[in-house]
Every structure is written in C-alpha cells, then in structure tokens.
C-alpha cells in the first residue's frame, strides 16, 4: 500500500529533522552529547585555577588541564565556527540549553575569553544552537614538546584524533548486528520511500547498501590505523568497542 498524504510526509520530515538535529547530521557524534554536572564544572575550574603553563610540572598536571577545558568548552556557545577563536567576531556565551550555576557559567565564560587561541569551534551542522566549544591542538602540540611519549600526551593526541575521525561517520546504535542491505531496507518501512523518492531517485536510493558498505570498510581502515598509531593503548578502547555494524549512512530529505 503506498501511503502518501501530506501529513504523513510533514511528520516523517520533522521526525527526520529532529533526529538529524540531535545525532549525527552534523560534525558532532553520539560522543559529545554528554553534559557535565555543576560539580565537574566547579572541579574542573579548579584546575585551571591551579595549573597553567607557566606551573606545570608533569604530564599529568598537562593532562588535568587539557581535560578541565573540555568540560569548560562543553558548556559555552559560539556562532560562527570559520572565524577564529581569537577573532572579535561572534562573541561566547552560555550554552543554550544547560541547567548551569550562573556563577559557574561565568567563570567559564572567563576563561574561554582569556584563552580563546586554545579553543576551537565544534559545530552542530545545523542551526548552530548546538555548538560548543573544546581545546585545539595546543596542548597536544605543548605536552608532545615536553613530554614525547607519555602515556598522557598519547592520550591527549589520541582523544583528538579520535573526534576528528568519529565526527565523519554516522553511528546508529539501531543497526547494531544488521547488514547494510537489512538496514536499509527497514529505513524504507512506514511510508519512507515515497519521502525519500521526492529528494532522491530509485537508483539513488538502490545504491544506498553500497554505499553503507563503503562506508563501513573505510571505518575499519581509519579504526586500524589509529589503533595501530597508538599501539592500541588502554585508551583506545572507546575506539575498540564500536560496533562496526553500526555504522551507516544517513540520508536526509529536508
């Protein structure tokens, strides 16, 4: 039976935008959804309190301040991803959204003005009202400088790498355990295909297992180089134990 009233289409549309929104339609991944509480924001703060450049004494003081920002990062906003931190343009603030201690917020608001080169934009690939910020390259670059081949600078190289790459794939927890061709086909369940045949052709869409395929061999490949990188570390095991076969593609039609 082919469904095709408009009202089906308006909420498999706003279903798709709303679950693109909030996963994988974007340069964030499933990764970077989770929100620190007021007491790892407070900690946190701590650390960037006792520590800097100029007082750090080990890799493991490096580490804790790398890590305090990404917490700190985690709760401020900024619009524009293409100009630089350190640019005037597009000023932080808050992130939406967030149950944050108004004192809390902003002192990190304080600390991202105050160091706005270790920053960089990561970007919700959407409206921007799901942007967040997290360190750069500068602490990696600082603790491979004094401390080459520590476990904590590793790690620090490591946890970035990781985000660049995780970032390019779509990961579907719902896929888990099923072919491209099986996934795909249950992606067309419910009135879908007469949506997707509006944006795309049948042959478009026959090509989709193929192309879910090619995408999850070039997952392994990019997997077994960062793992043979880092002689698959204790730390790479949030890398380790992806299900490859839950990474798909995702095809939008609004």
Known sequence: MIISSRPLKVTLCFTLLVFTHATLFSQQSQFDQNVPTNSEIRASLEVVTAYSVATVKNPKELFAIYQAEITIGKCVW????????????????????????????????????????????????????????????????????????????????????????????????????????????????????????????????????????TNRNRFERERNALLQKYDSAPFTKVLRDIDSTTVVVLHSVC
């Open 78 to 213: 900024r619009d524009d991803p293409l100009h630089p931190m350190g640019s005037p343009n597009e000023p932080p603030s808050i992130r939406f959204g967030y149950s944050i201690d108004s004192v809390l917020g902003s002192k990190c608001l304080d600390h991202v003005r105050g160091n706005r080169d270790l920053f960089r934009v990561v970007f919700d690939g959407w409206k921007g009202d799901g942007n967040f910020l997290e360190p750069n390259r500068y602490w990696d670059s600082l603790a491979q400088h004094l401390y080459p081949h520590s476990a904590e600078a590793n790690e620090i190289s490591f946890d970035l790498d990781f985000k660049d790459m995780i970032r390019t794939f779509f990961i579907d927890p719902e896929a888990a355990g099923k072919t491209c061709e099986e996934y795909c086909k249950d992606d067309l369940k419910d009135g879908r295909l007469d949506v997707y045949l509006e944006v795309y052709t049948q042959d478009e869409i026959d090509n989709w297992p193929t192309e879910c395929a």
